[in-house]
């Protein structure tokens, strides 16, 4: 498994009418904890693009379970549990506070598509080797403790 935790500060403008964040701000949420996750295995997406592979989303899933305030910082928990070949898996946690205080889960499915030719590829094989080497070192953590 593959993890990464990234901090966001809720701001005012997103909030709704009910002082609370609007349920579609977490969607933006997981997108800047799938950015960190990326970046943080030394592939940044723009690099990904550079290279003619875009990563649009083809299916997401959330479920609410407790409301995020103005001002609160979260910890967006994105984890990366199986290897990608068309599409690629990418879960949420979002938490306020500790991690036992879960205010969202869900994850986003991504297709590899090829920016030549405007159509699905498989994950190109230095992302594959990428997330392999990530998952190894991440067993090898494990392992230590």
């Known amino acids: 498994m593959i993890r990464h935790k990234a901090e966001i500060r809720v701001r005012y403008a997103d909030t709704d009418q009910m002082k609370v964040v609007y349920h579609g701000k977490y969607l933006e949420y997981f997108e800047v904890g799938r950015s960190a996750l990326i970046r943080s295995l030394g592939m940044p997406y723009s690099e990904l693009e550079a290279r003619g592979i875009l990563l649009p989303v083809v299916e997401v899933y959330a479920k609410y379970r407790k ?15 199986e290897m990608p070949q068309a599409t690629l898996k990418i879960e949420y946690r979002i938490y306020c506070g500790d991690e036992k205080n879960t205010l969202v889960e869900g994850y986003t499915v991504h297709s590899f598509l090829n920016t030549s030719t405007g159509k699905p590829t498989r994950a190109p094989s230095y992302f594959v080797q990428i997330l392999e080497k990530a998952m190894t070192s991440s067993i090898d953590a494990i392992r230590d403790n």
């Not at 409301?67 to 549990?81: I, K």
């Open 67 to 81: 409301p995020a305030r103005y001002d609160e910082l979260l910890l967006v928990e994105s984890f990366v549990t």
